[in-house]
């Protein structure tokens, strides 16, 4: 059973973090700031979210995405051909993203997202995974006005992940996870995702991993055990028919399961997680089992996500104890 998060982690730490983030990165937009001061705060930030996570007992960690202003904005601003625009709503919930918008072909023209990645691994000497944005979730948040094709745009964009994920992998990364919540809204081509999903992850040695959060996966479950990756990610607090249905469902793969409330204040306790871990290892055994919250904690207030990430190591290693 590996403890891990999903990825983001709340940017606002009230005297917690030794600087506040956004007034500085404030500061930086106004130019009352320099690149490398800017800088030495991220690295600073990411260091202390590392080592929370670190000191509470989590087995796989993550940078906190503490750098990301939204899962696919870090990617598509340094990708030839797209332009960042202007808001628009996150699928159902009250956040709100840059949209991208693809002009011409898209090119990556180098690593994007490896030297932060290096930074985030040599502050800790647990595995740290590295997070990208799945092929189909980064084509349906943007908006195509050159292939003018769903098809050509996810497949275009699996290539690039791909490149990047090559890459992530010679640096270290011991998983690399691929976000795909849009397969849990309307009614995806789940053909195609797992045909991208299998570019996207073509030659990584690392180990892979899908992750779904939020919405209802509709059917989408038994397709994504065909997929190309190794572990699947399913998050069975935004719609707890999951659970039903993955009792249903043949499972091949190691899976990832959401079981705290990323955007709930409400503490799970200790004996609801160990309730749940029964019913999982009769699905997949302990050492094929990732436990994280249902979807990142950034919009949490720190306090509580704080709390989350030990209640959710707390329960893991009393779990294993009994």
Request: proline share 5%.
């Amino acid at each position: 059973m590996i403890t891990t998060l999903v990825g983001n982690y709340p940017k606002v730490a009230e005297d917690t973090y030794s600087t506040k983030l956004i007034g500085s990165i404030s500061k930086w937009q106004r130019q009352e700031m320099t690149d490398a001061q800017l800088e030495d705060i991220l690295r600073e930030i990411t260091r202390a979210v590392i080592q929370e996570q670190e000191q509470a007992g989590l087995d796989l960690l993550t940078d906190g995405q503490i750098r990301w202003e939204d899962l696919v904005t870090p990617m598509a601003k340094r990708i030839e051909g797209f332009e960042i625009n202007g808001l628009s709503r996150w699928f159902d919930n009250n956040v709100y993203y840059r949209r991208p918008v693809l002009h011409k072909k898209p090119v990556r023209k180098g690593p994007i997202l490896v030297d932060e990645y290096r930074f985030a691994a040599g502050c800790t000497k647990k595995p740290v995974k590295a997070v990208l944005p799945g092929p189909t979730t980064f084509a349906t948040v943007s908006e195509d006005r050159h292939f003018k094709s769903e098809r050509r745009l996810i497949l275009a964009l699996a290539e690039i992940i791909n490149a990047e994920a090559l890459a992530l992998a010679e640096a270290g990364a011991p998983l690399i996870q691929f976000d795909e919540p849009a397969l849990g809204f309307g009614k995806p081509n789940m053909a195609l995702a797992v045909e991208a999903l299998g570019i996207a992850t073509k030659g990584v040695k690392s180990k892979t991993a899908v992750y779904t959060y939020f919405g209802s996966l509709n059917g989408a479950l038994s397709p994504l055990m065909k997929a190309k990756v190794d572990v699947v990610g399913i998050d069975i607090v935004s719609e707890p028919k999951t659970l039903g249905a993955l009792k249903r469902t043949k499972i091949t793969k190691e899976l990832a399961v959401g079981c705290l409330d990323g955007r709930n204040t409400k503490l799970e306790s200790v004996g609801e997680l160990h309730a749940l871990f029964n019913v999982l290892k009769k699905l997949v055994p302990a050492d094929r089992l990732y436990i994280n919250p249902n979807c990142g904690l950034e919009f949490l207030p720190h306090p509580q996500a704080h709390a989350k990430v030990r209640r959710l190591a707390e329960a893991a290693r009393t779990y294993r104890g009994r």
